[in-house]
């Protein structure tokens, strides 16, 4: 089993910034990558960003591509959203989630955090 933690969501203004955090526990040795999801009011939960638990390889949507970056510091079990110029549109409850391997080739996020809110604010 995998513990995931997020916090770090809030209120910001349009063009301001924030950073979420996401911290795993338990068998942390099986995860192999960390995503980011979001889901606004009325829509569908979406992908955001994702980062390679080891080598550290990111990938992106291409709605937040050049405003948003992730990272982490897996001496403390931890991944960053760092949220730079932020729109209206990115309001929506932001959730953490640990990929581990199902299967050889597979991998599936079967961890999930709470989610945090992030609202911003025109």
Known sequence: QVQVVESGGGLVQAGGSLRLSCAASGRTFSIYVMGWFRQAPGKKREFVAAISWSGGNTDYAD????????????????????????KPED???YYCAAGVAVKPGTMRYDYWGQGTQVTVAS
Do not use: I
């Open 63 to 86: 709605s937040v591509k050049g405003r948003f970056t992730s990272s982490r510091d897996n001496a403390k079990n931890t991944v960053y959203l760092q949220m730079n110029s932020l």
């Open 91 to 93: 309001t929506a409850v």
